[in-house]
Every structure is written in structure tokens, then in C-alpha cells.
């Protein structure tokens, strides 16, 4: 009998044991919370947002608390109080407006202090130190008059109060980057901009100059304008059986999503949905330009080329008197000998040179400061991406 209450004995002292290094490795942890900033935090504007990212993977989090301090005095921005264990993670969005918060222009520090459930009450501190700037950055436009043509391409002049990473034009939705450009003694700001052919026939435009700091504190400059009346052609165009046969299979072999469509499916597809996409392909390739002018006076034409179609043509799409579909040309056409040299028509740098869906083999230049041109309907392509080209070298021949 005293063996097996010893024996007993045994069992229940090993299983307190047990439990007692359990709960002690539990309730006693000593690993302390992670901190973690979504972006890094050098500055605050007159609205500054940037969450916390709170991580404690072994008791869970306890407290969280988010101060700025300035001038001796802290002022708490947000706080998060955890009394349930188990909680490894929560993000803290925060919101800092320093004029509610009667701060000033100058420097001041952030403390993020972090404590879990372990019975150590495990903490991390992250201290850092900011700049405060409430004030933006100051618009002045030095050109003021602003005549623009439907989808046309415009120019705008401005300087501002300080140098900041974002500025440019905005065209309702559109975004144009400007460039540094100097004139006599003074460093201006410069954006090349386009207007869209349907909007600005509307006369629905809003056009605006915006300038980012490193803050965030933004101004925006409205642009006066005035749109001129301009008509643009309006085309029918008959689609006949042999077009279609002699086209459509090209895109049938070359887009797996169009074989099993009949000719005339294949057509409308192309003439819309790829249409669509190839434009967004163009605005992706021409999205980033150097910011250097690489171009040289006027831009060249191709040589002994008639004009066959224009830029903003309507075009209404016709088989067998029926109209299969609708779209808005939106380059020039120019019809030259068979295989004709096609020039770069300035100096700059290629983005592209490959084929391009509807454009077939084309050829993009980027002339910088958001200049681009385009190339297309090509039989040769003569040069690669990345290369440096002059104006007037040859850099491929025109289609047959």
C-alpha cells in the first residue's frame, strides 16, 4: 500500500510540475510585442493617416497606446485597451491633424508603447522623431490664357514656393506629371498635357495644377480655359467579306479567345475589346518619361506620305449594309510606297517595339517630359527597346 502511494505520490508531483512549467511558460512568457509601421513616418502634414501594425504571438496583446509629444507636453493620438488574452494582432489607423492638436510647424516626437497579457507585462517601446510641416506648397502660374482644341495636346507654365516630389496637371481623372524646365534665370515647372476628345466636346472639363510635399499637404490651382469648336470627320466604312477573311484569321491564330468566332465576331472584338485593352497598354508604356527634353525642334512627318485618315475621326463600321460596330481613330494615317522608310520623327529613347494588337508591329519613343510617339502598321521594325534614336533615323518600313 505505501508503495503505490508513493507511486501515486510520483504521478500528481510530476503532473504539478508539469502544469507549473506550463503555466509558467503560459502565463510567464517573456517575449515582448512586435511593432510594425505600415510606411515610414518622417513627416506630418495638416492630415496625416499611417497605421500600427501590433503583433504579440504568445500571450496576446494587453495595451496600446500612440502619443506625440511637443514642447514638454504629449498629447494621446490613439489607444487600445485588449482585457480578453488571446488577441496576437490589431492595427491602429492613425490620425494626426496638428491644429486640432495646437502643434507647431517644427519637429516633435511619437511614442508607440506596446504591453502583452504575460504576468512580465512584456513591453515595447518604439520612440522616433518628426517633422511637422502644415504649411503647402504654392502655386503661381506663369501661363494663363488657356485655348484648347478637343483632344488636343496643351502646355501649362507654373512655379512653385518649394521643390516637392508631386506636381502636374489634372484632367478630371487623368493625371500629367510636370518636369522641371528652365527659362532666362528662372526654374518654371512644366506639364504637357492631353485633352480627352469626348469630354472636352462636352465641355465638361475640370483642369487643375497639383502640387504634393513630402507632408502631404497639397494645393490645387484651378486652370481657366476656353474650348474652341472644332468638328471632327465623321466616316462610313464598309467591312467586306474579303477584309474580313483576309485580316480576321491573323487575330484568330495570334489570340487563342478569338478562335471558334466567326469572322464578323472576331471583327467586333478586336475593333472594341482589344481596342480598349491595347489603349491601356499604350497609357501603361507611356506612364513613366525622362524627365530630361530629348527632342529638338519640330517633329518630323513621313516623307511623301498622303493623309488617309485623321486624328478624332468618327467611324461607323458597315457589312452588308448592317453596322457591326463604332469607334473614334485616334491617330493619323499616312499612306506612303510599299515598304517605305518610317523616320523617328525627334530624338529619344524607345519603350516599345514589338507587336501591339490592332497597331500590329509598332514602335513607341519616349521624347521626355511626357512626350511620347507612336508607330504603327509596320512590315520591319529596325530597332529595340532601351535604344537611343535621332531624328530622322530610320527606324523600321511601313506596312504593304
Known amino acids: 500500500m505505501k508503495k503505490y502511494l508513493r507511486y501515486l505520490f510520483s504521478i500528481v508531483l510530476i503532473a504539478l510540475v508539469g502544469v507549473g512549467i506550463w503555466a509558467f511558460m503560459v502565463?510567464?512568457?517573456?517575449?515582448?510585442?512586435?511593432?510594425?509601421?505600415?510606411?515610414?513616418?518622417?513627416?506630418?502634414?495638416?492630415?496625416?493617416?499611417?497605421?500600427?501594425?501590433?503583433?504579440?504571438?504568445?500571450?496576446?496583446?494587453?495595451?496600446?497606446?500612440?502619443?506625440?509629444?511637443?514642447?514638454?507636453?504629449?498629447?494621446?493620438?490613439?489607444?487600445?485597451?485588449?482585457?480578453?488574452?488571446?488577441?496576437?494582432?490589431?492595427?491602429?489607423?492613425?490620425?494626426?491633424?496638428?491644429?486640432?492638436?495646437?502643434?507647431?510647424?517644427?519637429?516633435?516626437?511619437?511614442?508607440?508603447?506596446?504591453?502583452?497579457?504575460?504576468?512580465?507585462?512584456?513591453?515595447?517601446?518604439k520612440v522616433f522623431e518628426v517633422v511637422i510641416d502644415t504649411i503647402p506648397p504654392r502655386i503661381s502660374p506663369v501661363s494663363f490664357s488657356n485655348y484648347i482644341n478637343p483632344g488636343g495636346s496643351c502646355v501649362i507654365v507654373y512655379n512653385l514656393s518649394e521643390n516637392v516630389p508631386l506636381s502636374g496637371v489634372q484632367v478630371d481623372n487623368a493625371f500629367f506629371p510636370s518636369y522641371p524646365a528652365i527659362a532666362s534665370d528662372a526654374v518654371h515647372r512644366v506639364s504637357y498635357f492631353a485633352i480627352p476628345i469626348m469630354e472636352a466636346a462636352g465641355k465638361s472639363l475640370k483642369i487643375s495644377i497639383l502640387a504634393e510635399d513630402d507632408a502631404g499637404n497639397s494645393s490645387l490651382s484651378p486652370v481657366s480655359f476656353h474650348i474652341r469648336n472644332k468638328k471632327f470627320r465623321s466616316d462610313r466604312m464598309n467591312i467586306s467579306q474579303r477584309f474580313l477573311e483576309m485580316k480576321m484569321p491573323e487575330f484568330q491564330h495570334r489570340y487563342k479567345d478569338l478562335r471558334g468566332t466567326t469572322l464578323l465576331e472576331a471583327f467586333s472584338r478586336v475593333n472594341g475589346e482589344m481596342r480598349a485593352a491595347n489603349l491601356k497598354t499604350i497609357q501603361t508604356i507611356c506612364k513613366d518619361s525622362q524627365p530630361e527634353q530629348l527632342w529638338d525642334g519640330a517633329f518630323l512627318r513621313m516623307k511623301n506620305a498622303a493623309t488617309m485618315a485623321t486624328f478624332g475621326d468618327r467611324r461607323t463600321y458597315y457589312h452588308d449594309g448592317r453596322e457591326i460596330s463604332k469607334s473614334v481613330h485616334m491617330g493619323v494615317d499616312l499612306a506612303s510606297t510599299r515598304n517605305a522608310p518610317v523616320q523617328a520623327s525627334n530624338g529619344g529613347i524607345v519603350n516599345f517595339a514589338a507587336y501591339l494588337g490592332i497597331y500590329g508591329n509598332a514602335i513607341i519613343i519616349d521624347h521626355g517630359m511626357g512626350i511620347f510617339s507612336l508607330y504603327g502598321h509596320l512590315s520591319s521594325i529596325n530597332v529595340n527597346k532601351g535604344q537611343k534614336v535621332k531624328k530622322g533615323e530610320i527606324i523600321g518600313h511601313g506596312g504593304r
Open 27 to 125: 502565463y510567464c512568457e517573456g517575449e515582448e510585442p512586435e511593432i510594425i509601421l505600415n510606411r515610414d513616418i518622417k513627416m506630418i502634414g495638416q492630415e496625416t493617416t499611417f497605421d500600427v501594425i501590433c503583433v504579440d504571438r504568445k500571450s496576446g496583446l494587453r495595451n496600446v497606446s500612440v502619443d506625440i509629444s511637443q514642447d514638454g507636453k504629449k498629447y494621446t493620438l490613439s489607444s487600445l485597451n485588449l482585457p480578453q488574452r488571446g488577441v496576437n494582432k490589431e492595427t491602429l489607423t492613425v490620425d494626426v491633424f496638428p491644429e486640432d492638436l495646437k502643434l507647431h510647424d517644427g519637429t516633435a516626437t511619437i511614442d508607440i508603447i506596446v504591453t502583452d497579457h504575460s504576468l512580465r507585462k512584456n513591453t515595447t517601446v
